[in-house]
């Protein structure tokens, strides 16, 4: 069987999914740290999970539409939470997806 080699770009696009419950100082961390040091063709996904703390404004007001922002209406879970976000990266064309705890912080 022959070897299967793959070239970095066959990643892109490439969707980052990072799902939130209730934490949202964390969750700004990490995807401020994916952000510094991403190029410009990844794109970032927050999975609100049912947060009842007023999450979702924070992300609102810090990042805009830098970031797509998914809310669900309630918590369902991290493997629903996250199937979520991944469903939604492959219908927006996602070669790759990769999830990030919320409490990860990327060195550029």
């Known amino acids: 069987m022959g070897q299967v080699t793959a070239s970095v770009r066959d990643l892109y696009p490439l969707h980052v999914v990072v799902l939130n419950w209730n934490l949202p100082d964390d969750t700004i961390a990490c995807v401020d740290s994916v952000l510094a040091g991403s190029p410009s063709d990844v794109q970032v996904m927050i999975v609100d999970n049912g947060s009842t ?17 998914v809310e669900n209406e309630q918590n369902l879970g991290f493997a629903a ?28």
């Open 53 to 69: 703390d007023r999450s979702v404004e924070r992300f609102r007001a810090r990042f805009g539409d830098s970031v797509c922002i």
């Open 81 to 108: 939470g996250v199937n979520v976000g991944i469903r939604r990266a492959l219908e927006e064309g996602a070669q790759s997806v990769l999830l990030l705890n919320n409490d990860t912080v990327v060195d550029p």
